[in-house]
């Protein structure tokens, strides 16, 4: 293992490298860059074997680790999951590219014609865990959006990040784009996320994906600004005007679809005047195999603690309240959400309006399910995560959130007096 | 003078009531937020001979401190001068308010129906110099966006920027709206500027206006996101394509209408083919009262050093230099520039489109005046400054840039398979 000047250095050079990539990529051509992940989907798929080898050499690791079931299960790759991959990969290819599009135009009464034109940000820095698949769908979001990554995958995926990479590069190099424009870091060393986050001659923004331990650190010592990616601690809210059979399909849906995914919803709240719809839903909750942990006035598997309100669970156990009213609902929100995902189920138009008007997460929905919470659902094609921030992208983070713009003004030989 | 632990403690109790107000003000109407910068205009036209006591006692303490006369000017308010706050204060009244404004819409195959709707982004942090005026003029921005703002004004215009202050507070009050929805620091002590610059739970953005010196302390201190505001080091480039008349009037327009802005060009690069017309605009610059300071190849009136490139003079002064092509004056920009604006003068669309695709300043111009860099001039109304960052603003902020947005999702019962 090298010590930290040296990993310190290898990292500048990669900021360097990742710098002068994005100067040639901002004006790429959009086919040249489709072009590229096609061909990279065509080298994962011609390299599986050697990608599922580099995975063995992974879990292996993984289990010397005493990896639990569920994130060995994350790590695993078997070849219907690299042919997933290779789906993502084209789709990305297949997008329109966000580059160069005329965002808006106008004129000026001093002659001026203004369009504000789409650019990439510059250099992305993507740090995340387990998942090796994040390899490619970062790596060619950032392609797509004219921007050069730096992927810091996690320990845990060294090997089968390195074999996806590998591949990511081939199809660069098919397409004539530098090969700096998707790197990988080339070592476990934590010291190199220290380095990616303070790097702000090099690197644009940081986006993390991974855990509460992954967010704290980034949020710590990150200077180069940060999508922020928090955990979902998603709240549905039955109001008194809530629809009975939309409710129980809705909330069922909610929590037990993929009770492990950040749109899953964590917590419960009812109106006091829907007690007995919610009651209800909390009996089918159980049915279906989730821990109620409920408050005052309901009857669950277990009485709810002061810190079942505010917790990511991303397991099958669920907490429920009552609440006064919809004012009682929004405080408990405010206080306890993420702002990733909230939920209300009601037919009365002045609560959703309400609801909508008085939270600020990033995504509010009426009768809808908060799995749906995923950029591919909200017609994005792909996505990097969801950002719970308010500073530049919002939501689920696409190309096209991956993008800056600039203004493009023209005139003939205008001054201003 | 307080002690460090004391400033802390009050600029946490700000920040804590700068949130509190944000919750209100992110659902206030748009009457009411209109009404309070009317209210405020009046009050500030009201308390006019207030205003000047309060700038007089600033003066005599800038005179005591030994201010440039440049400064004692910029710090400097008359009838004049309040009568243009409050024509700011009522323009910035007058502009259609963002907040609620749908982005997007669009439904999808599952049925639901999504919003992209915009918010404002909660708590901004305004870090300025010496111009008492920026008071008002930021303070009515944040509001217009549904922000809380905490102004932090220069030691020079203490007492000028308290007595705006008051007048902004009266029409908060008018209006119904939080007292607290626009506070200015109540210290000259720098150390609560260090904990404005990492509040991070109470502050979401810092938009910093003034020098090298306020610039470099926020970019080493900030732990908030920053809307990054360089100098504005702006290139101007003749083509061998450009018109001469067209180039003639641009470049004496750029430079000469105000140099001390920061949209003012502060080099000229001019194409070797383009050098007989590069010259009489030189020699009509040096008429024009402008010192020049040119490379080999190019007479006037001082030779140029090497740290003339790259220079934002703020004044009368301006390099010149010859280049081979449009590629070299590309690469002397991205080399130099601050990415606040550059100019090509030239008749030759291949050109135009070059400069404009491989440059990524946040204002690219053909054929028109640098001093259009600016947000009135764009059509904003108004702006707190020129970002020259790429992170969610860039160019001139106006109320617009200074919020956030959500996604409002309406189902019917919606579920996800």
């Known amino acids: 293992m090298k010590d930290q000047g040296d990993i310190h250095a290898m990292m500048q050079d990669i900021g360097r490298r990742a710098r002068a990539a994005a100067a040639d990529l901002a004006y790429a051509p959009a086919e040249a860059k489709a072009r590229a992940l096609d061909a990279a989907a065509d080298a994962v798929w011609a390299r599986r074997g050697e990608i599922v080898a580099a995975n063995a050499k992974d879990l292996d690791y993984g289990r010397d680790k005493g990896l639990s079931a569920a994130m060995m299960d994350r790590l695993m790759l078997d070849e219907a999951r690299i042919q997933g991959i290779c789906g993502g990969l084209r789709a990305v290819a297949g997008f329109p590219d966000p580059v160069g599009q005329v965002m808006a135009e106008w004129d000026r009464p001093s002659g001026l014609h203004i369009k504000r034109v789409r650019t990439p940000l510059g250099v992305v820095g993507v740090i995340y865990e387990s998942r090796p698949n994040v390899t490619a769908d970062a790596g060619a979001l950032c392609l797509k959006a004219g921007n050069a990554v730096i992927l810091r995958g996690g320990s845990e995926s060294f090997h089968s990040s390195g074999a996806i ?5 081939e199809g660069l190099g098919a397409a004539g784009l530098p090969a700096d424009a998707i790197q990988l870091v080339p070592t476990r060393d934590r010291a190199a996320v220290s380095s990616l986050l303070t790097m702000t001659e090099h690197v644009d923004v940081i986006v993390p994906r991974g855990g509460k331990g992954l967010v704290g650190l980034v949020q710590r010592e990150a200077r180069v600004p940060v999508f922020a990616h928090l955990e979902g601690i998603v709240h549905v809210y039955v109001d008194k005007a809530a629809d009975p059979d939309k409710t129980r399909a809705v909330v069922l849906n909610s929590k037990t679809r993929r009770p492990g995914i950040c749109g899953a919803a964590e917590c419960l709240l009812i109106h006091r005047e829907a007690r007995e ?30 810190d079942d309100w505010g917790r990511e669970f991303l397991d099958t156990v669920m907490a429920a309240k009552l609440v006064d009213d919809i004012d009682a609902a ?7 959400s993420s702002q990733h995902t909230e939920a209300i189920l009601t037919e009365d138009d002045a609560a959703a309006a309400r609801f909508f008007e008085r939270l600020d997460s990033a995504i509010l929905m009426r009768n809808a399910s908060t799995q749906f919470a995923d950029g591919g659902e909200f017609g994005m094609g792909a996505e ?11 939501g689920p983070v696409g190309a096209e959130q991956l993008t800056s713009f600039k203004y493009v003004v023209e005139g003939d030989g205008t001054i201003r007096p």
Do not use: F, N, W
């Not at 990479?165 to 590069?169: K, N």
């Not at 089918?284 to 109620?292: F, P």
């Not at 990097?384 to 919002?394: F, P």
């Open 384 to 394: 990097i995560g969801i950002a719970t921030g308010k500073m530049h992208a919002r």
């Open 165 to 169: 990479h590998a591949c990511l590069v």
């Open 277 to 306: 719809l919610g009651q209800q839903v909390i009996d089918e909750l159980i049915a279906a195999g989730i821990e109620m942990r409920v408050g005052p006035g309901l009857t669950g598997s277990v009485e709810a603690q002061e």
């Open 330 to 336: 929004i405080a408990h929100i405010r206080r306890y």
